[in-house]
């Protein structure tokens, strides 16, 4: 399928610059979230020591509705803030991944062309009938990725947009509580 050996190091030199590419981006996300993760932790820690102390100075069953009352919808928020930004940090990568993989694949699709077209202006007199079956199959492959890829894109919308709505119910529901107390 190749006709010189250039031809087949530079396919694997795209195929090693598109991991190098993913692997790089993957570890950019996994920073974010220990990054993230620490600063959750740090505030965790310090938020709950200052309510541990505000807690042993309740005096009554009152005050200690209205501390259980008042700590409650800040807590919701920061939950809900906190995976908002999981979200983000994952769904921004796998974006980012799946360029990288859709260009590697048009590249690939490409140079796949070149050689069953190369194959054709080699191929013996009478084999036209198996060229013309290996195109038609790459461009049925090629349909069916079309297919499932914009599926798989309608899919991703739509969770993103449950998402949105279920961060808007819960940011809702914190902020009645917090009224009705």
């Not at 709950?48 to 409650?72: I, N, P, R, T, W």
């Not at 796998?94 to 260009?103: A, D, P, R, Y």
């Amino acid at each position: 399928m190749f006709t010189t050996p250039d031809q087949m190091v530079a396919m694997h030199k795209a195929a090693l610059e598109s991991f190098q590419a993913v692997a790089a981006k993957s570890f950019e996300a996994l920073e974010k979230l220990a990054e993230l993760n620490l600063a959750a932790t740090k505030t965790t820690m310090e938020e709950s020591a200052e309510q541990f102390k505000a807690l042993l100075e309740v005096k009554d069953v009152k005050a200690l509705a209205d501390f259980a009352a008042g700590s409650a919808q800040p807590t919701a928020e920061k939950v809900t803030a906190y995976t908002k930004h999981v979200y983000e940090i994952t769904s921004d990568t796998g974006s980012e991944i799946v360029k990288l993989m859709e260009k590697q694949f048009a590249d690939s699709n490409r140079q796949l062309h070149a050689a069953i077209d190369a194959m054709a202006k080699n191929a013996p007199a009478g084999s036209e009938g198996m060229v013309t079956f290996m195109k038609s199959a790459v461009s049925a492959a090629n349909t069916a990725y079309d297919q499932v890829n914009k599926a798989t894109k309608q899919v991703v919308e739509l969770a993103e947009a449950n998402i949105v709505a279920a961060s808007k119910t819960a940011t809702n529901g914190a902020n009645r509580a917090k009224k009705a107390a």
